[in-house]
């Protein structure tokens, strides 16, 4: 009697459990988790969207090896994220490092910094291509009357200097956030160790490189992740601002796949593509996983 | 030591070290302030050319306050596309969104953070696991699922796509773990079952965290771009964003209105974040820490 008045207690708590988790469950399960696992599927397949699906077996991923738009899109998002992982980790580091001394106006710095993050990229890119218009725009202008530069860069209409600008415009856009990071995690080291280190006679730099640093690892390490996937993922800004351009100058993966599947409706050959984002995706993120052993500390 | 230190060694360390503060100070203002207006600085030059005649944007010598203030450039932006009618949208999807994800996460991460059943770790180790799957990755099987629906270029397409998101049931099961359990021991005591202790005791103790998911979603719908680009493609049913980029292809000659068109697309995220500044940065705080 009282054993079975327990099991359906615990199958009472458990349909409870299930209640609470199904509404976005369902949504979750039916618009995400199948959707990834049919992404596996689609990407050994032909399909155009309107003929039949027939069977593909491993010709999707042969036909990357011989695209070479895929090849320059992959060097691309590797230059991409090259440029970008670095130096917002350096600046949003820096910033995130002022910021944390006592002075005034703090919020409102920080606001000022944080805004870009939230802007809209469309008008956000928008207005930099503006900015940066090779011929009239106020930049140009300044660097040929201000500095006498007879030959500015052409920016994101110039084959070589497309991808730094798309570089520079991510991390005015995005440092803001791992700024806020950052500024968390300096907020949690305890006072108490500069104080006895102080009293151990060690010096502001010293004090930057034994404390601050290490105790810092852990945001390092979750931004770098954060900044990886992002910066592979990385679509908007590029659409928006040279549209994969000049010529293929900025093509990325995203963009390649988001052209081969919507423009030339060829979904399995746009699944393997992303397929691969992926795998380079998981990989990055399972060898920083591998290595924080080695550098992250924590407390 | 101590002893050799005479009063006028402490006096001069004193002001030595007071000199060195304040050029430190100096130094930390003018570093923040030149980047700041870096910052600022192409949102002013935005707000400048939205006023100014056509002929003037890229004058130089530059002048950052027009001669005479064209307001007309705000009236025409609305007449030359449905821009009324794309803000109209926006405000639709983002705000039917943000319901949807605050109803259906809080709920699911009470269950995550504060329920025993079986299968939990493993169905939470799923949630978890795509979020770090690129959106891009299943774009494609999520839009040829949409197309079966029939539901193309419809806004019920996005709402059922972003309404579920992992990341909004992890950003409120972190926020969860934080409430202590013997609060609920408590109530549970005192004959509450686990609804009304989720009505009466976690929802009013996670406002933080449901403004914090409500800003985040708002301005993620706000100023969403590959979603609406995949699956609007008729004027009527078309965002903010794609109304932007329509416009700046249809008129890429007209610097000042498109700089018009920008700034009011900006105006409704700036507002929210100036008054819940507060509430972006716990949530950032809430899932990068923790996380």
Redesign the interface.
Known sequence: MNKKGNTSLLYN??L???S??L??????AV??????V??LA?SLMNWD?ANEITFAGLKNFRELISDETFRISLLNTFYYSAGTVPLTIICSLG?AL??N?P?KGR?A????????Y???????A???N??L?PT???VN?ILQ?VFHIAKPPRWSASVDWAMPTVIIVSI?KNM??YM??YL??LQ?IPRELYEAAKVDGAGNLQCFFRITLPMLTP?TF?VSIMLT?SC??I??LI??MTGGGPGRATNVL?VH??NV??KNFN?GY??AI??V??II?LCI?IIQFRMEKKWVSYF | MMKMLNLNDIKNYRISSSWKNVFK?TL??A??SA??L???L??L??LS?SFKLEKD??R?P?TWIPETFQWINYMKIWKKIPFLLFSFNTIKLSVIITFLQL???S??A???AK????G?NF?FL??IG?I??????????????M?HLGLNDTHLSLI??Q????FG?FLMRQFYLSIPNELLDAARIDGL???QI?FKIMLPLSKPALASLTIFTF?FV??D??GPL?YFTSDKVKTI?LG??MF?QQYSAD?SL??AA??V??IP??IL??AL?RF??EG??TT??K?
């Open positions: 708590k458990r409870v459990a299930y609470f988790l509404p976005n469950f369902i949504g979750f618009f995400t988790l199948i959707p990834v049919f992404a689609l969207g910033l002022l910021l001394q002075i919020n710095i920080r606001a000022v910094y944080f805004f870009p939230v802007a809209s990229l469309v008008a956000v928008v207005v930099w503006m900015i218009n009239m725009g106020p202008e009357k005015w803001g956030y806020i990071i968390a995690g949690g945001s979750f996937i592979f993922k679509f908007d659409f928006v995203v796949a988001y599947a919507f979904f746009s699944s992303s397929l984002l992926f995706v993120t | 100070k930390i203002y570093v923040l980047g700041s870096i910052m600022i192409p949102f030059w935005m050319a944007v890229f130089y530059f109803l259906t996460s709920f699911a009470y269950a995550f329920l025993k059943f079986r939990r169905l799923c949630y795509t770090a799957i690129p959106w891009q990755v299943y774009m494609v099987p999520q839009y040829i699922m197309r059922l796509l309404a579920f998101t992992p049931v079952n686990e609804y989720y301005v706000w100023n771009f590959m995949i964003q932007l980029r700046i610097y498109i700089m920008s700034l697309s900006l995220v700036l974040f100036l500044q972006f940065i950032i705080a990068g820490v996380g």
